[in-house]
């Protein structure tokens, strides 16, 4: 660092010593000579902090990182699950300082003020309609303001918010411009100030807190079961189903952990969807134990309600949408796939992979003469002995193999597709080889397209 080490963080016994955050590590060592420190790590601190504020998200979906050291809740409609303001403040700050944090926590009507209120005031709960008296006696640092506008401010007298706010707001503007009006109406909640959280929201979710943590996977097997059995009433009321699911576990030692799982089509069926996370749940880790649930669904669809047969079960998926998503889970969504028809004569321009549920395309599958299962990437050149020029094959070797042909079956003449660009000038000329073995090829040979005689041989598939 230019000017040599200084301190980026430090503890209450430093503080105690004289020591603060930016102090040169010389002189730091000449108050403190026994001082130990460590080289600071500001990737790894981030990450923490954003581990930490998904922890958070326990108490509020509304969770997000606010500079290098701290973190902001939004919990406007969700206090009176946890016993007020005043009851989830000491929870937060509870927990916090059990995981080994030294914490300052401030609830207040905006954001700004919250922020202000827990690094220059008081901290604590501040009433509703407070922070107009409680702000005014506060440093005008505690407006989130530019180091530079805060020295211009304090070198003008201008110490506190009060005398900050007292001065004609279209001067503020003038001489200083939009930051310093800006900073005040947010602290004083007359403009917006949106909190962006770190995890995307969802209008269906579901959320369990435990009154003991569970570790067993049979218990959070039954908690997700309870999750869904609740979100799928609001579904059903909605006509909705969801199309991906996202649980996040909460571990009392401050960390989370995410299993998601999608659907081939949308489903609000307790049972099919609790089946859904067996092939995630393999990686489960409890940790020392599970202390907060929370559901939800991240993408949903419309799912009317449908007539269905009487011999169906009633909220039962169809068999194959259900292996679907199953080896969804299993391999992954770019895995099952299926294939699809394409307008081509080419065997291989002639079918594309699509999603396994994909909505048909408008081309349909041409079957002029029977199509081996299995196509070669790319055909392979092949040595084949002929009687004559335009006889059908005797023989061929292919990857050192040496075949004698029992039965052949051909030609088909396939044309070059004079609409694609660029186009080979060749046509091919397919036949179907049996040898003695009873294996069975797709074999064509290459016709030159000036003269027309045969150019090379190729195998292209193979027959089950």
């Given at each position: 660092?230019?000017?040599?080490?200084?301190?980026?963080g430090?503890?209450?016994?430093?503080?105690?010593?004289?020591?603060?955050?930016?102090?040169?590590?010389?002189?730091?060592?000449?108050?403190?000579?026994?001082?130990?420190?460590?080289?600071?790590?500001?990737?790894?601190?981030?990450?923490?902090?954003?581990?930490l504020a998904?922890?958070?998200?326990?108490w509020?979906?509304?969770?997000?990182?606010d500079?290098?050291?701290?973190i902001?809740?939004?919990?406007?409609?969700?206090?009176?699950?946890?016993g007020?303001?005043?009851?989830?403040?000491?929870?937060?700050?509870?927990?916090?300082?059990?995981?080994?944090f030294?914490?300052?926590?401030?609830?207040?009507?905006?954001?700004?003020a919250?922020?202000?209120?827990a690094?220059?005031?008081?901290?604590?709960?501040?009433?509703p309609?407070?922070?107009t008296?409680?702000?005014?006696?506060?440093?005008?640092?505690?407006?989130r303001l530019p180091?530079?506008?805060?020295?211009?401010l304090?070198?003008?007298?201008?110490?506190?918010?009060?005398?900050?706010?007292?001065?004609?707001?279209?001067?503020?503007?003038?001489?200083?411009?939009?930051?310093?009006?800006?900073?005040?109406?947010q602290?004083?909640?007359?403009?917006?100030?949106?909190?962006?959280?770190?995890?995307?929201?969802?209008d269906?979710s579901?959320?369990?807190?435990?009154?003991?943590?569970i570790?067993?996977r049979?218990?959070v097997?039954?908690?997700l079961?309870?999750?869904?059995?609740?979100?799928a009433?609001?579904?059903?009321?909605?006509?909705?189903?969801?199309?991906?699911?996202?649980l996040?576990?909460?571990?009392?030692?401050?960390s989370?952990?995410?299993?998601?799982v999608?659907?081939?089509?949308?489903s609000?069926?307790?049972?099919?969807?609790?089946?859904?996370?067996?092939?995630?749940?393999?990686?489960?880790?409890?940790?020392f134990?599970?202390e907060?649930?929370?559901?939800?669904?991240?993408?949903?669809?419309?799912?009317?309600?449908?007539q269905r047969d009487?011999?169906v079960?009633?909220?039962?998926?169809?068999a194959?949408?259900?292996?679907?998503d199953?080896?969804?889970?299993?391999?992954?969504?770019?895995?099952?796939v299926?294939?699809?028809?394409?307008?081509?004569?080419?065997?291989?321009?002639?079918?594309?992979?699509?999603?396994?549920?994909?909505?048909?395309?408008?081309?349909?599958w041409?079957t002029?003469?029977?199509?081996?299962?299995?196509?070669?990437?790319?055909?392979?050149?092949?040595?084949?002995?002929?009687?004559?020029?335009?006889?059908?094959?005797?023989?061929f070797?292919?990857?050192h193999?040496?075949?004698?042909?029992?039965?052949?079956?051909?030609?088909?003449?396939i044309?070059?597709?004079?609409?694609?660009?660029p186009?080979?000038?060749?046509?091919?000329?397919?036949?179907?080889?049996?040898?003695e073995?009873g294996?069975?090829?797709?074999?064509?040979?290459?016709f030159d397209?000036?003269?027309?005689?045969?150019?090379?041989?190729?195998?292209?598939?193979?027959?089950?």
């Open positions: 660092m230019k000017g040599g080490l200084r301190l980026t430090i503890d209450a016994a430093a503080a105690v010593e004289g020591l603060r955050p930016g102090m040169p590590l010389a002189d730091a060592r000449a108050l403190m000579p026994h001082l130990a420190v460590a080289a600071a790590e500001p990737e790894a601190d981030a990450a923490s902090l954003g581990c998904d922890w958070c998200g326990r509020t979906p509304w969770a997000a990182t500079g290098a050291d701290g902001t809740l939004d919990i406007s409609g969700c206090a009176h699950l946890f007020g303001e005043a009851a989830l403040h000491d929870q937060i700050a509870d927990r916090l300082r059990r995981l080994g030294t914490v300052r926590i401030a609830l207040a009507d905006t954001p700004a919250a922020w202000a209120w690094r220059y005031g008081a901290g604590g709960v501040l009433a309609g407070a922070q008296t409680a702000l005014g006696l506060l440093p005008v640092a505690a407006l180091a530079a506008l805060t020295g211009k304090e070198r003008l007298g201008v110490r506190t918010i009060a005398e900050l706010a007292g001065l004609p707001r279209a001067a503020l503007t003038r001489r200083f411009g939009k930051t310093l009006p800006m900073r005040l109406d602290a004083f909640g007359r403009g917006p100030e949106p909190i962006g959280p770190r995890s995307p929201l969802t269906w579901r959320r369990r807190s435990l009154a003991e943590p570790a067993r049979e218990d097997e039954a908690g079961r309870l999750l869904l059995d609740d979100l009433v609001g579904l059903s009321h909605a006509h909705r189903g969801v199309r991906q699911l996202v996040r576990l909460y571990r009392v030692d401050g989370t952990q995410d299993f998601a999608g659907t081939a089509r949308p609000r069926d307790p049972r099919y969807l609790c089946r859904l996370f067996a092939e995630p749940f393999g990686r489960l880790d409890t940790g134990g599970i907060a649930m929370v559901l939800g669904a991240t993408v949903t669809e419309p799912l009317p309600p449908r009487w011999q079960v009633e909220g039962e998926p169809d194959l949408i259900g292996l679907i199953r080896l969804r889970q299993r391999l992954g969504t770019a895995a099952v299926r294939p699809s028809p394409v307008e081509s004569h080419w065997p291989e321009h002639a079918a594309v992979t699509v999603p396994a549920l994909a909505p048909p395309g408008r081309s349909v041409q002029p003469s029977p199509r081996p299962i299995r196509l070669l990437p790319v055909p392979e050149p092949v040595e084949v002995t002929v009687a004559a020029p335009d006889d059908p094959p005797l023989a070797r292919w990857r193999l040496d075949c004698r042909i029992a039965r052949c079956e051909g030609p088909e003449r044309a070059p597709e004079w609409w694609r660009a186009v080979a000038s060749h046509g091919r000329e397919y036949w179907r080889i049996e040898d073995q294996r069975r090829y797709w074999l064509f040979r290459v397209g000036p003269s027309g005689q045969p150019a090379a041989w190729y195998l292209h598939g193979l027959f089950p």
